[in-house]
C-alpha cells in the first residue's frame, strides 16, 4: 500500500515505531511514510530498491553466498529479509549491511502489501 502520510510515531494511527531517520541517513531515496492504515512504507520504493542494489552491494552479496540465493529482485528480496539479519560470515562492514536490508525489506514489503 503506497505511501498517503507523513510517519510520525504516536500520531494518526501510525503503528510501531519505527526510526525514520536510519533510514533517512542512507538517502534520501529511504525516506519513509505511512499508508492509509498508518504502517510505515517507503515514499518512493522503486528508488529506494535501485539505491539499496547499488549502494548495499557487499551485503547483499553475502546474504546470498552464505543462503544460497539467486541475486535480488522482485520475486526473491522477502528472503533477503529473511536472512539478513542471520548472516555470520563476512567482514563487520557486510554484515552491518545484511542487517540493514533486513530492516529495509521489512519496510518495502509494506509498500505493496494490500493491508
Not at 535480488?72 to 542471520?86: A, D, E, H, R, V
Not at 563476512?90 to 519496510?107: C, L, P, R, V
Request: with cysteine.
Amino acid at each position: 500500500m503506497k505511501y498517503s502520510k507523513e510517519y510520525v510515531v504516536g500520531q494518526n494511527n501510525i503503528k510501531g515505531s519505527v526510526d525514520i531517520d536510519y533510514f533517512l541517513d542512507r538517502g534520501k531515496e529511504f525516506e519513509i511514510g505511512a499508508n492509509k492504515y498508518g504502517c510505515a512504507v517507503l515514499k518512493n520504493p522503486k528508488e529506494a530498491f535501485k539505491k539499496l542494489k547499488a549502494d548495499y552491494k557487499d551485503g547483499l552479496r553475502i546474504i546470498g553466498k552464505e543462503f544460497n540465493l539467486l541475486p535480488i529482485n522482485q520475486l526473491n528480496y522477502k528472503s533477503y529479509g529473511t536472512y539478513g539479519w542471520q548472516v555470520t560470515t563476512g567482514s563487520k562492514e557486510e554484515i552491518e549491511q545484511a542487517k540493514f536490508i533486513s530492516s529495509f525489506i521489512d519496510i518495502y514489503e509494506n509498500s505493496f502489501s494490500k493491508n
